[in-house]
């Protein structure tokens, strides 16, 4: 059934969803998940039973994980802006979506419900944690002289540890469903889209270029997870340091065609990706969503044959939402 635009928006024309707060994996292995998290940059420990990884200085799990015999997604979870909780329960009571009990595993606040590929989402009537303070960046670049009597390479590698959870993008094999759904029930925006619905980038209204989105497969499943880190020399950092822990080296360093940022992914131990950003486009209410016909990645080697695998098991069919 078609959503009906407008009809079902939580607030008329305004973003509810403030960000992307964490997103959970089940995996096979804890320790081994554990030890690639905090080479990649991040700390771990115990939250609600669950083995939980936040970026150093923010207070604010950006990753669960729970131990299972595959990888698989098992829930999102976003933050809503102030006041509008009730306005969300009564958007998904119209659209008919059903609220839910929290999945086996997950902490039981917020409110819960399944989306049509049937991931739970879990939304958070809470604010997002700052993100940890980064100094800035003094340039020398085009017609900018910002850095004086300054030796860059002195203090280049001095903060490059993940600043917050910036984005995630799923797989979906119904991407117009799956758009329609966090768009019109749940609030977010289409900031671009590739090849009309191969690629989906999802925005929370000012700010990120997207917090999430979509790649078209077989079927549903976790592609990867992105993190801010305060420069290109930080991203550069980070890949060599995968690279002396014996890691896969991954793809990167590129700079993004949509959404702009420099980029680095390495692969993680299950199949999917996870991703250091920076300098990535912010967006206000002025955006204007385009349809581009571009390769992910404006310079930089090409993606490795893998990039776009679905590695996540095709799921049993779910209970999906009858709107
Ligand atoms: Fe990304």
Redesign the pocket.
Known sequence: MQFLLYALLPVKGKAVISGLHHYALEVPDLTVAEGFLQDFGLETGEKDGSLVAMCPGRHQEQVRLLEAPAKRLHHVTFTLRPGTMDAVREALERSGTPVIEPPPGAAGDGLWLRDPDGTAVQLLDEPQAPARPAAEVLVNMGGTRQRVDIAQWTRATEDVLPRRL??S?LFTAQPGRMTAFYTQVLGLRVSDTIHHDMVTFLNAGPGDH?IFGFIASTHRGFH?A?FEVPSIDAIAVGADRMRARGHQAGWGLGR?TI?S?F?H?NPDPWGSWI?W?SDIDQIDDCWVASDWDVPPHLWGAPPPETFLANSEPAPPKEPANEP
Do not use: D, I, K, T
Request: hydrophobic share 25%; net charge negative.
């Open positions: 910036g984005h993008l997207h990867h992105s993004h959404g940022n980029f992914y991703e950003f």
